[in-house]
């Protein structure tokens, strides 16, 4: 689809020219991709704030993108960096905005001392991620469909959480679930953690094995055509302790009012406040250590951040986690986390819409 990239790349032009950059060298895989829709671990971008785009990568890729990218001027070099940098001194572009948060000291020096400069390098910030925050018809059915993938695959698993299993097999389980529905890949590391370790948001599946009484969180995802699902249940094994069913309902109440508060133009502190002072509220404030939730698309965890002390405002049609979670050290804990749509429109009233669809119900398996 090139008229989508076409018109990304204008947008992302107009803030290279705001910046007053004759061109940006931009670096990082997931801009590029969505710049170009090029899918490489070896590609840049080089986006005059005038003129047409130039994208560089190695031969391993040169065939992907003739055909994929066939509106954009292609330089096939190993060293892509360098051989744009040439070009846009070259081409008289010698103030070069790049993406220093992901710039190494080494690669910025070796860009600093090329022949025919010096460029005038300069930070672009984060212009590519805050235009990729607003997802658009194609971005969002991408997502719906990792989703759904997401929430089938664990409804499929949850037979075997039970006693006996363990975090390992149930991961790979569902790990393998995803990908027989048709996931690219998991999205990320699949969480699954038992009992006491359930006190650990993000603990790495062991040789633990459930048993009766247990609090079992998974946090999973399946990443479908580029786009990343997250999603979290908890589920009890046998029985609920009157504790656990507590800090359950607490959580789930928590993940509601969060949900309630993010439409379009609330600030993302206030978000995470709604569902925070619920916890706070209940005596579990220090139990609740992490942000409420983040965006996500091409990457797992990209703008926006919700958390206490972040900054911005959700816009529509920006997808958004909201998972807020108990964590009592030694004994266990309970997340709950769904993947959602800011926007008019999406829900009931204006209110997010979420594309992860498991129940969130307390399941007693
Ligand atoms: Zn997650
Ligand atoms: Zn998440």
């Known amino acids: 689809m090139p008229e989508i990239h076409q018109a990304r790349r204008a947008l992302a032009r107009q803030r290279v020219a705001e910046l007053g950059a004759d ?12 710049l170009t829709g090029l899918v490489s671990s070896n590609a840049a971008v080089l986006l005059p704030a005038d003129g ?6 190695d031969s391993r890729y040169e065939g992907t993108a003739k055909r994929d990218c066939g509106d954009v ?6 060293l892509v960096e360098p051989a744009l940098a040439r070009l846009a001194i070259a081409r008289g572009m010698l103030a070069l905005a790049f993406e220093a948060y992901e710039m190494t000291v080494e690669r910025h020096a070796g860009l600093a001392e090329l022949d025919g400069g010096p460029l005038l390098l300069r930070p672009l910030g984060q212009a590519v991620e805050e235009l990729r925050m607003v997802k658009d018809d194609a971005e969002i059915d991408l997502l719906a469909r990792a989703c759904a993938i997401t929430s089938e695959a664990l409804e499929r698993v949850l037979s075997r959480i039970r006693p006996g299993v363990t975090e390992r097999e149930l991961a790979i389980d569902l790990e393998r679930a995803m990908v027989d529905l048709g996931a690219d890949k998991p ?20 040789p ?19 786009y990343h699902a997250d999603m ?16 359950y309902q607490l959580v789930a109440d928590a993940q509601a009012a969060g949900i309630a508060a993010a439409m379009a133009d609330a600030l993302v502190a206030d978000v995470d406040d ?6 706070a509220e209940a005596g579990h404030k220090e139990h609740f250590s992490h942000g409420l939730g983040h965006g996500v698309g091409l990457e ?27 964590y009592l050290p030694g004994t266990g804990g309970v997340r709950i986390e769904d993947t959602l749509v800011v926007g008019a429109g999406q829900g009931a009233a204006g209110s997010a819409r979420s594309l992860t669809t498991m129940t969130r119900e307390l399941l007693v398996l």
Not at 73 to 78: G, K, M, S
Request: aromatic share 6%; with cysteine.
């Open 73 to 78: 001027e292609l330089v096939v070099e190993r």
């Open 300 to 326: 797992i965890h990209e703008a926006p951040f919700l958390g206490p002390r972040k900054a911005g405002t959700l816009r529509d049609r920006v997808p958004i986690t909201i998972e807020p979670g108990i």
């Open 208 to 226: 633990r094995a459930f048993e009766a009484g247990d609090l079992v969180t998974v946090d999973c995802g399946a990443r479908f055509g580029g």
């Open 52 to 57: 047409a785009a130039v994208l560089a990568t």
């Open 23 to 34: 061109a940006a060298l931009i670096t990082k895989g997931a801009n590029v991709r969505y």
């Open 232 to 247: 979290t249940r908890t589920v009890a094994i046998g029985r609920v302790a009157t504790w656990q069913r507590d800090i």
């Open 187 to 206: 999205a990320f590391d699949t969480i699954v953690a038992s009992g006491p370790n359930g006190a650990i948001p993000h603990h790495a599946p062991g």
């Open 274 to 279: 709604a569902a925070r002072e619920l916890i």
